[in-house]
T-cell receptor, first 115, second 111 residues
Framework: DGGITQSPKYLFRKEGQNVTLSCEQN?????MYWYRQDPGQGLRLIYY???????QKGDIAEGYSVSREKKESFPLTVTSAQKNPTAFYLC??????????????FGAGSRLTVL | GQQLNQSPQSMFIQEGEDVSMNCTSS?????WLWYKQDPGEGPVLLIA?????ELTSNGRLTAQFGITRKDSFLNISASIPSDVGIYFC???????????FGQGTILTVHP
């Protein structure tokens, strides 16, 4: 079955460390996204990529970095510059640019806790 | 940027009751999506709406794309315990790929 796989599910990090969250999709989707979810808030867009080797900052990109070297993969690095990294991180993908294609399919999420 | 207000923030209902929630936007949207998120999981798409006035059902769920294109409604009929979770609306304006999400409605269903 096609879907989006995020790993790890749970991750603990010490302050000052970088950490990379994995996101892989086998849906043959062109676009991929990273969202951050905090309790009581909606999903906030960190970065998105419409095509391989290209990505754009979302609304809260500071302290994060991404790469899109393969269509299937869109890893997110939470750097030590991110002041409040403890959150639930969601990766998503969508087909392409037409209105019916921008329905997002989400992964199961990764919960990052900074100790 | 675009703002979405989703209400209510939370609901506590008895099994069998009907539920209504809505989202309003400060700007016009071309697409409205409704998602449900179970605890510790990613959101799952419930209903997608693409035209003003569109009314779409998915089992006990019904959603409508408001005529003004600035709002959308989700109704759940005859709620059951497995309906518990967080329901999100999401809208897309003119910028490709950038959905704006509401804050979510936390639904609790008492047996």
């Amino acid at each position: 079955d096609g879907g989006i796989t995020q790993s790890p599910k749970y991750l603990f990090r010490k302050e000052g460390q970088n950490v990379t969250l994995s996101c892989e999709q086998n849906l043959n989707h062109d676009a991929m996204y990273w969202y951050r979810q905090d309790p009581g808030q909606g999903l906030r867009l960190i970065y998105y990529s419409q095509i391989v080797n290209d990505f754009q900052k979302g609304d809260i990109a500071e302290g994060y970095s991404v790469s899109r070297e393969k269509k299937e993969s869109f890893p997110l690095t939470v750097t030590s510059a991110q002041k409040n990294p403890t959150a639930f991180y969601l990766c998503a993908s969508s087909k392409g640019s037409s209105s019916g294609a921008n329905v997002l399919t989400f992964g199961a999420g990764s919960r990052l806790t900074v100790l | 940027g675009q703002q979405l207000n989703q209400s209510p923030q939370s609901m506590f209902i008895q099994e069998g009751e009907d539920v209504s929630m809505n989202c309003t936007s400060s700007s016009i949207f071309n697409t409205w999506l409704w998602y449900k998120q179970d605890p510790g999981e990613g959101p799952v798409l419930l209903i997608a709406l693409y035209k003003a006035g569109e009314l779409t059902s998915n089992g006990r769920l019904t959603a409508q794309f408001g005529i003004t294109r600035k709002d959308s409604f989700l109704n759940i009929s005859a709620s059951i315990p497995s309906d518990v979770g967080i329901y999100f609306c999401a809208g897309r304006g003119t910028s490709y790929g950038k959905l704006t999400f509401g804050q979510g409605t936390i639904l609790t269903v008492h047996p």
